[in-house]
């Protein structure tokens, strides 16, 4: 099991997972001026109102969509990773090229199919970002500029997909999904010197994009959030990814680099707490932040990068 694992990336998978809970908190936004009893009825898990049943299903699609993607990235770059990275699991032998591309599709259909459960547009979503995914890894990361859209695109489609739990959340903030749309690119931007050493260029643009997420995210607060709560989870995502950033930059080794990137994936996590903590409550962004010890833990044994 061990090398399938390998091939799915568990630490990032439950970044993708995060996602999901960051979307799905949209049903707990109560505007600013809403009444007391409309807040505090809004604000109550409550089962008659609440799809928890379809919950998960769409862990389950984003578990499918992540991992068969990073699945089928090494199966089309199996060839340069006999070269690059020999201890992957393809060119290591311990899963074959033909193993890895029915793995890999066989969760994009689990993924796709676990959607269409939920909803018609919860089902079309996982198919968009199940399509992209294919096609990134294919083609789209080898063109420079589009390769950062079509990576950013799939997460941006992954929150989407945890908001379609109501449709209207979809309907409403559908622009929330460019903030992991920038974050994103701003990872692949600076993941392109983890193996020859990086660009300097590339790495200063990411930083660009990283501030870029960091005022978004505080311009959210201002305009959605009922107190300042999310104000210790935004400062926490600042201070995991500027730092390794910083050290690429003033050295971009491989090493450096790739540490940058894997701060940048597991703060995925820290991301999205804040996003709930801002439309739903500090409680359930604690929640969804205490998933970064279990990324943190899986990427002890399994690549991130």
């Keep these: 099991m061990k090398p399938y694992l390998q091939l799915m990336r568990p630490a990032n998978i439950v970044t993708a997972v995060a996602d999901i809970m960051a979307g799905v908190s949209l049903c707990y936004y109560v505007p600013k001026n809403a009444s007391l009893v409309g807040g505090v009825l809004k604000s109550t898990w409550n089962l008659l109102s609440f799809p928890v049943f379809d919950l998960p299903y769409l862990i389950l699609a984003t578990i499918g969509l992540y991992g068969g993607g990073v699945v089928l990235n090494d199966f089309f770059d199996a060839d340069l990773d006999k070269i690059e990275r020999p201890e992957r699991p393809i060119p290591s032998g311990k899963v074959s090229k033909q193993e890895a591309g029915l793995f890999g599709l066989g969760l994009l259909v ?53 908001a379609s739990i109501v449709a209207s959340n979809v309907y409403h903030f559908w622009f929330l999904a460019f903030i992991p749309i920038v974050y994103i690119a701003a990872i692949t931007m600076v993941s392109r010197g983890e193996v020859h050493g990086g660009n ?42 500027f730092p390794p950033l910083a050290k690429a930059m003033n050295e ?54």
């Design 200 to 241: 300097k260029d590339n790495l200063k643009l990411g930083l660009l994009m990283y501030a870029a997420v960091v005022i978004s995210l505080g311009l959210l607060m201002f305009f959605y959030s009922k107190d300042f709560w999310a104000v210790p989870f935004l400062l926490l995502f600042a201070y995991f990814i």
């Design 252 to 305: 971009p080794l491989p090493a450096n680099i790739m540490q940058a990137v894997k701060s940048g994936v597991i703060s995925l996590i820290i991301l999205d707490a804040t996003l709930v903590t801002i439309f739903a409550n500090w409680y359930l962004g604690v929640v969804v932040l205490c998933f970064i010890f279990l990324s943190r833990h899986w990427a002890k044994t399994f690549a991130v990068t």
């Design 110 to 162: 689990m993924g796709v199919a676990s959607a269409f459960k939920v909803s018609m547009l919860s089902g079309f979503i996982a198919l968009s970002v199940a399509l992209l995914a294919v096609l990134y890894d294919y083609k789209g990361k080898h063109y420079a500029f589009f390769a950062p859209i079509n990576m950013g695109m799939c997460r941006g489609g992954n929150l989407l997909l945890g």
